[in-house]
């Protein structure tokens, strides 16, 4: 029994990824199970890990986030076994992410990281990705760790607005000879 239970958080899992275009992280998935009060966090994670080392999923840490996809190994699992996962499932899955798309979306769209280039010296890497295209990705090298960490939270409100003057800035002709904006 504990067998088929475990087979079945997986294809959950499966059939979330499938359902979105975008990477989820361990923090969404496992809010939703969760949330429906599925299964408990050990589980999720060993689950988790479990559908990694099968290469149903892959991953990707950013800034001590891991973001999760489906590979195409899974992609296959989930349509040979997909039956599995009850309408009811299904539908609780597919209701969280209608209700909840906007914010999901929002949340993976903005990574954000740093590391030490070299001592004393930081590099922040800002992105705003759209489905599989990036929109921006931007460099900054910093003068501390204070200062990337000050990035690293500002971005995830500021990056909007930052993209939008970077656009009018660099589209624009300049307004006056010094090239100032």
Known sequence: ?????????????????????????????????????????????????????????????????SYFRITEEGKNTLLFFGDKISDAIKEDILHFLRENQHKLRAEVSTP?????????????????????????????????????????NSWPKQNQDIYAKLLKWLVKAPSDPSGKP
């Open 1 to 65: 029994m504990q067998n088929d239970t475990m087979t079945l958080y997986k294809l959950m899992i499966l059939y979330f990824l499938d359902q979105v275009d975008y990477p989820l992280t361990n923090a969404q998935i496992s809010g939703f199970l969760l949330e429906q009060e599925y299964t408990n966090y050990f589980t999720i994670q060993q689950v988790i890990s479990d559908l990694l080392d099968a290469e149903l999923i892959q991953s990707e840490t950013i800034r001590n986030s």
């Open 112 to 152: 954000v990281d740093y590391y030490e280039q070299k001592k004393g010296e930081f590099i922040v890497r800002c992105r705003i990705l759209e489905r599989d295209s990036k929109l921006l990705d931007l460099s900054l090298a910093v003068p501390s760790e204070e200062a990337a960490i000050q990035i690293c």
